[in-house]
C-alpha cells in the first residue's frame, strides 16, 4: 500500500503544522521511530538552522537538537552570539532512521526519498517563517536545499542569496497567494543561505582536530550573526 504524500495544511501556523505532521505516514521511517521531531522556535525568528534528522535522544524526547549534537550546536551559537531561543531550529526529516543493533539504535542516513517525502513539511515551515537568513547544518541539508553537487569541506561558510520555495496553495501560509504579483509584506527583501559543518562531524572529528574545527564553526555563525545585524 502507497504511503499517503505529506500535505501541510494551509494558514494553520507552525503549531498548527507540528499537530499535521505528528500523524505522518509519507514514508516508511514514522513506524519504527517513537514520534515525529518537528521544528522548534518563535514564528519570529530570523535565522532557521536545517539539520540532517533527529538523534537517538531528540526522537526520544520529540524536540531537535536536544542531545550531545544540540548540546555542541548550543555553544557554537552562544559563541558567536546567536540565542538559540531567536531561532528556528528543525530537520530535514522529521523521523529518526536508525539499524537497531541489540539495544543500540544507530543513526542511518537519509535516503533521497526520506528528503522527498518529508520536504513538504520543511517548505511549509519556510512560507511561515519567511526567514532571513537559513542556515545548512551538514552535508545532507546542504544537498537538499543548495545542490546536490554542494561541498561542505569547499563551499562552507559563504552567504549565497537564496530564493525561498514558491509559495503553492498546499504551503500558502495565509501572508501569500501563489497568484497575486504584489510583494508579500512579510517577506524579507533578500534571503540568504550558508552551509556549515554538522555538529556531529565535530563531536567525531580527532582529539587533535576538533578545537579547530569547532573555531571554523563559529566562525560561519559569526557571519550569520552579521548577516542579520
Ligand atoms: N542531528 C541532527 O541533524 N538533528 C538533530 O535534531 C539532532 C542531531
Redesign the pocket.
Known amino acids: 500500500e502507497p504511503n499517503a504524500p505529506a500535505e501541510p495544511p494551509v494558514g494553520v501556523g507552525l503549531d498548527g503544522l507540528r499537530s499535521a505532521a505528528s500523524g505522518c505516514r509519507a514514508c516508511e521511517l514514522w513506524e519504527p521511530a517513537t514520534q515525529t ?1 518537528f521544528g522548534e522556535g518563535p514564528e519570529t525568528a530570523r535565522i532557521v538552522f536545517v ?5 537517538d535522544q ?1 526522537d526520544r524526547r520529540g524536540e ?2 536536544v ?1 550531545p ?2 548540546r555542541l550546536l548550543d555553544k557554537a551559537l552562544a559563541d558567536a552570539g546567536i540565542d538559540r531561543r531567536d531561532a528556528y531550529i528543525t ?1 530535514a526529516v522529521k523521523h529518526f532512521r536508525f539499524t537497531a543493533k541489540g539495544k543500540r539504535r544507530i543513526h542511518q542516513t537519509p535516503g533521497p526519498e526520506h528528503l522527498r517525502a518529508c520536504r513538504p513539511w520543511l517548505e511549509a515551515e519556510f512560507a511561515v517563517l519567511q526567514p532571513e537568513v537559513v542556515v545548512c ?2 552535508a545532507t541539508a546542504a544537498k537538499a536545499l543548495i545542490s546536490p553537487s554542494f561541498r561542505i569541506t569547499k563551499d562552507r561558510g559563504q552567504l549565497l542569496p537564496w530564493t525561498p520555495p514558491a509559495v503553492t496553495d498546499a504551503v500558502d501560509d495565509g501572508h501569500q497567494e501563489a497568484d497575486d504579483d504584489e510583494p508579500d509584506e512579510g517577506a524579507p527583501a533578500q534571503t540568504w543561505m550558508l552551509a556549515t559543518t ?1 555538529p ?1 562531524a565535530i563531536l567525531r572529528t580527532p582529539d587533535e582536530a576538533r578545537e579547530a574545527a569547532y573555531d571554523a564553526l563559529v566562525a560561519d555563525l559569526t557571519v550569520v550573526a552579521g548577516a542579520l545585524a
Open positions: 521531531v539539520g540532517e534528522q533527529p538523534g531528540e531537535p537538537f542531545g549534537a544540540g530537520n547544518l551538514g554538522h556531529s
